[in-house]
């Protein structure tokens, strides 16, 4: 058996698809998974960090669902990457010296969708796509508009 031979019994993550989810933004994006391995590499802001909170956004129970360091800023809690911040495609914060905040800009700050699909391969049974789509209604920020 080869590296690239699939192991029957053997599920392994094969691709990516991404919707409008962070900056992956007006396109449907598919990352394919090599089988022997994967390297995700590149400078900062080049979505490193979404694409493998976007795994977890799939996999993991909204309860226990932490996204990776890498895309939290220094500040509070509420100020930190969210599921929301993801779908609304958060890409800077500006300080609005007229309120005395910081507030996000959005490339999505209308009503909107993201969808993500993880996409797994083994020799015995066919592909099994795992997928899950949001939506936020409005220009609503708050977790609790977030349909999923």
Known sequence: MTHDTLAPGQWRLAAVELANWGT????????????????????????????????AAVLTPDHWLRFNLAAQGAGTRSDQRGLVSYV???????????????????????????????????AAAAPVT???????????????????
């Open 130 to 148: 795992l997928a899950r789509l949001f939506h936020i209604s409005g220009t609503k920020t708050a977790a609790a508009d977030l349909k999923s």
């Open 88 to 122: 609304r495609g958060a890409w800077t914060r500006r300080t609005d010296e007229f309120e005395d905040r910081v507030t996000s800009e959005y490339l999505r700050p209308g009503p909107t969708w993201s969808g993500i699909l993880l996409r797994y391969e083994n």
């Open 24 to 55: 992956f933004h007006d396109a449907i994006y598919r990352i394919p998974v090599a089988r022997r391995g994967h390297l995700i590499t590149g400078p900062s802001g080049s979505g490193k960090s979404s694409l493998l909170d976007a795994i």
